[in-house]
């Protein structure tokens, strides 16, 4: 083996065949147990603790509906399959079980013994039932009386009431009674479910509540009032309950005539899928729990009895309830590039050259400028565009409406199959159409995931074409909190490769060949594998050789090996992986050569950059697309070179050595999948550092 830079040594003994990686399941909760020390971080502004508290419950939320939902399925079927860790889907099953019970009780921990003191020292207090003042209890029941009551339905349970469909992640309440009702029938149970209509957390006019931010829960004013919906008989006892769902939609692409009215059909089924997880409140009887878990079809493994209010998600809102800029992260507005401070006209700027994008340190403005004035410019012919995700309100995607609207050529690429946002791309599909565009599906069975626009404007006799690539997604929201990059070029090879992506999905016939872009499911994955390959041949030649690259997620195999071979050879390796991560670095004889790194920090790291020295050619790439094998095999992507040698000296001082310096929200792999957080005597933060370098 060749040490990165030194003489090539003898190869020790090592491990191999699954002892080489990491479980993908137990990888993601090892990145929710780091988002969860967000939560517990000094150094993290209070309200923004809480706010972590809350993406850590939404994190597994998803998990359990996604994730551990396949694991049941596969388990349904009596599945032996194993992946690459050796590990069949009963075994993960079981080991996620029990890390996921242990981060729920500490997340639990965390907010009943640290969170709430320290909010409450602030004037931010969550009232409980035992506490309240004679002022409080009365404002409190005139709340339940003029706004809760009216819109209850409780339940009871008998043979002509039968155990409702409860929804996935509904707050519910099961409430055991005694007696008989006004029918004379015995009731020994009746669920309540409450109320989507109102928040699950209410806010007391400061002279009530004793303090300048003073909160209560939904659940604790229907638990103190519960007996007035069952007059006459007798209480025993009230317990939250919420269960979790299996959320995927199940629609055979080649079967179906139409796509979208398949989706429309089975997205309210999403809500009623097969239950994965039980959770209900610690104070609930054992009788009672199990009641709900046989109701449910669940195992032990699947009930989480939770010391707190069930359903943290639910406090998500209470930071943007309370003013207090103090306990929060300092606000910022977003810098514009240079080429842009002065220069209106998109088009011209962008045959002065390329523009980097670096969000959201950088305003997202000028994308959704490009496509507005693209919309209005009497030369512009036509615009394509794909949407993955793009929110309910899009003032980009208004601006296809409006382009077509005005008798343009307008292109959608929208993909009907983006998880969780299916009900929002219908929407836009539909007022698209309406409007007049042109609206595909993508390619059944391949994802459209890439992240591109083309504009073709008439310029004097000839028509240039004009492109935007991302490694984001055309989102208004998300591009304030996820650190991407984009690039507004019209370089005639780029965009060529542009307009032939956009033909295979638009049209028929065999794959063309493109110049400067890597595209899945072709190429991207081969030139990945050649690309690790070169390096690994130059440091067997004795030349310098380096390999950076930025993502979400690591988990395809053939790379994870190509990576191995390459660290073998003396390659030098850094990762920076956000979530899963499969392999494992620091293996004797395998990967000492590679390190890999997960930054969480007040940004969620999401651009894909991908270094390779190349013999100082210092080739830089970005892209859609994880190392992941849905996204090389199954998806549309894209992976775009930076070849403007200041953008080029940009995207790997921001994206990558910025990173590679962090010493605050940086957490090192070890060889054993775990993470142990990165500490230096100077805290650098890349996200800190990056903001004050690019914000306005």
């Known amino acids: 083996m060749r040490k990165a830079g030194g003489k090539r040594a003898e190869i020790p003994s090592s491990p191999t065949g699954a002892a080489l ?49 396949g694991l049941k399925e ?48 602030q004037g931010i207090r969550f009232l409980r039932r035992p506490n309240w003042t004679a002022a409080q209890s009365e404002w409190i029941r005139a709340y339940f009386f003029e706004q ?15 155990f409702p469909r409860v929804l996935n992640k509904s707050l519910n309440f099961v409430v055991e009674l005694q007696g008989r009702d006004a029918f004379g029938r015995s009731h020994r149970a009746a669920i309540v479910q ?33 007996c007035e919906l069952f007059a006459g008989m007798e209480v025993r006892g009230c317990y939250q309950f919420r269960v979790t769902r299996n959320s995927g939609l199940f629609v055979d692409e080649e079967e179906v005539k139409n796509l979208r009215e398949a989706l429309q059909g089975e997205l309210p089924q999403r809500h009623l899928g097969a239950a994965v997880r039980l959770e209900v409140a610690g104070n609930c009887s054992a009788e009672m729990t199990h009641f709900l878990q046989e109701q449910f079809g669940l195992e032990d493994a699947d009930v989480f009895c939770v010391d707190g209010p069930v359903n943290l998600v639910r406090l998500m ?9 103090d306990l929060k992260y300092r606000p910022f507005r977003p810098g514009l590039p240079k080429a842009l401070l002065n220069q209106p006209d998109m088009f011209r700027a962008i045959r002065d050259g390329d523009i980097l994008l670096h969000h959201p340190y950088q305003s997202f403005a000028p994308v959704v400028d490009f496509i507005q004035q693209a919309a209005q410019d009497p030369d512009v012919v036509s615009i394509k565009q794909t949407v993955y995700r793009a929110g309910h309100d899009s003032s980009l995607l208004q601006a296809l409406i409006d382009a077509a609207r005005a008798g343009k050529e307008v292109t959608a690429v929208v993909e009907l199959l983006a998880r969780f946002d299916e009900e929002a791309n219908i929407g836009w599909a539909a007022a ?37 690539l991302g490694t984001g997604n055309y989102h208004g929201q998300t591009t304030k909190v996820y650190t991407d990059f984009g690039l507004l070029t019209c370089d005639e090879g780029i965009t060529d490769d542009v307009a032939g992506v956009f033909a295979q999905l638009t049209g028929l016939g065999q794959t063309s060949q493109l110049a400067r872009i890597w595209q899945s499911p072709f190429t991207l994955h081969a030139a990945l594998l050649a690309a690790i390959r070169r390096e690994a041949e130059h440091a067997r030649a ?16 053939g790379i994870i090996d190509a990576l191995y071979e390459a660290s073998n050879a003396g390659v030098r390796i850094d990762l920076i992986v956000r979530g899963a991560c499969a392999l494992r670095p620091g293996i004797p004889g395998c990967s000492e050569n590679i390190r890999v790194r997960s930054v969480i920090g007040r940004f969620l790291e999401h651009s894909r950059i991908f270094y390779f020295y190349n013999d100082k050619a210092e080739d830089v790439m970005l892209s859609s697309a994880d190392w992941m094998g849905r996204n090389l095999f199954r998806r549309i992507e894209v992976c775009f070179p930076v070849a403007d040698k200041r953008l080029k000296a940009r995207v790997i001082d921001e994206g990558l050595k910025a990173y590679l310096k962090d010493k605050r929200d940086t957490w090192e792999m070890m060889a054993n999948g775990t993470y142990r957080r990165r500490r230096g005597r100077v805290p650098f933060a890349a996200q800190d550092a990056l903001l004050r370098m690019l914000a306005g």
């Open 148 to 162: 809760l009551m009216p819109i209850l339905t409780p339940i009871g349970l008998d043979p002509t009431h039968p």
């Open 317 to 325: 809102n209470v930071p943007d309830k309370v003013d207090r800029p």
């Open 542 to 557: 004795g030349r310098k050789a380096r390999i950076i690259a930025k993502m979400n997620a690591l988990l395809e195999p």
């Open 194 to 226: 409450a109320p989507r209509a109102l928040p699950r957390v209410i806010r007391l006019p400061r002279e009530v509540a004793g303090c300048e931010h003073g909160f209560v829960f939904l659940s604790s004013i229907l638990h103190a009032h519960v």
């Open 74 to 121: 596969q388990i349904k079927v009596q599945s032996v399959a194993t992946g690459p860790d050796g590990l069949d889907a009963q075994r993960v099953h079981t080991l996620v079980s029990a890390k996921a019970r242990e981060l729920v009780a500490h997340q639990y921990r965390l907010f009943n013994e640290v969170l709430i003191p320290e909010l409450a020292e």
């Open 21 to 69: 990686y990491s479980n993908r399941e137990l990888s993601l909760l090892e990145f929710n147990r780091r988002v969860l020390a967000q939560a517990e971080h000094a150094d993290t502004p209070l309200l923004e603790r809480l706010r972590f508290l809350c993406i850590f419950s939404s994190n597994l939320d998803e998990f359990y509906e996604v994730r551990v939902a």
């Open 432 to 468: 698209l159409e309406q409007a007049g565009a042109h609206v595909v599906y993508g390619v059944v069975g391949f994802k459209a995931h890439a992240k591109m626009a083309l504009v073709l404007r008439r310029e004097g006799r000839h028509l240039r074409r004009y492109a935007h």
